[in-house]
């Protein structure tokens, strides 16, 4: 059963960069659109962008200028990075993967979130 | 970018009602619409998927409708464990989008 687990700094400064790492465990990072998605505390959730070993991506385009998306298949992982953040970077992020490969986004795995706060 | 709107943002209900959560697209999406189930500090639990394909392990009280701008997702008979807030999103676009979401609340 494939399991997503998200980590990296709790913390970040203003005006640093977030980097945070999804490890896939118990299936191929291959073959599939990997997202990332946020919520900030008390909100909604909103779409960060995809990434996939072909080194497609796509980006929302309201954080397009600031997002960097990679995979790395020899460690099953992709990656996010968030730079420039402020405290509206705030939130809980996910990554997900979608129900089958070639698709883009009806998310059935989920990592469990972690939260980044933006703090000086 | 194609807004979703979620209706009503918070909905009272007991245990053995019949809910439907409505979402409306600001234009059309087809049968691009996937419906989530959050718990606090969970992450969100995929329910439905293109409209009306009910996810493997959902109890089938899970229900979804809906083709081009306006979409439900009902629950036949609320059970204890369904108290919890509800996303719509929609695939259509490259840019996925989520509604702002209902709570259903005891």
């Known amino acids: 059963q494939v399991q997503l687990q998200e980590s990296g700094p709790g913390l970040v400064k203003p005006s640093e960069t977030l980097s945070l790492t999804c490890t896939v465990s118990g299936g191929s990072i291959r073959s599939f659109y990997w997202s990332w998605i946020r919520q900030p505390p008390g909100k909604g959730l909103e779409w960060i962008g995809y990434?996939?070993?072909?080194?497609?991506?796509n980006y929302n385009p309201s954080l397009k200028s600031r997002v960097t998306m990679s995979v790395d298949t020899s460690k099953n992982q992709f990656s996010l990075k968030v730079s420039s953040v402020t405290a509206a970077d705030t939130a809980v992020y996910y990554c997900a993967r979608p129900i089958s490969m070639g698709t883009f986004g009806a998310f059935d795995i989920w990592g469990q979130g972690t939260m980044v706060t933006v703090s000086s | 970018d194609i807004q979703m709107t979620q209706s009503p943002s918070s909905l009272s209900a007991s245990v053995g009602d019949r809910v439907t959560f409505t979402c409306r697209a600001s234009q059309r999406i087809s049968n691009s619409l996937n419906w989530y189930q959050q718990k606090p500090g969970k992450a969100p639990n995929l329910l439905i998927y293109?409209?009306?394909n009910l996810q493997g392990g959902v109890p089938s009280r899970f229900s979804g409708s809906g083709f081009g701008t306006d979409f439900t997702l009902t629950i036949s008979s609320l059970q204890p464990e369904d108290f919890a807030t509800y996303y719509c999103?929609?695939?259509?676009?490259?840019?996925?989008?989520f509604g702002q979401g209902t709570k259903l609340e005891t």
């Open positions: 999103q929609q695939t259509y676009s490259t840019l996925f989008t």
């Open positions: 990434t996939h070993t072909s080194e497609t991506t």
């Open positions: 293109a409209a009306s």
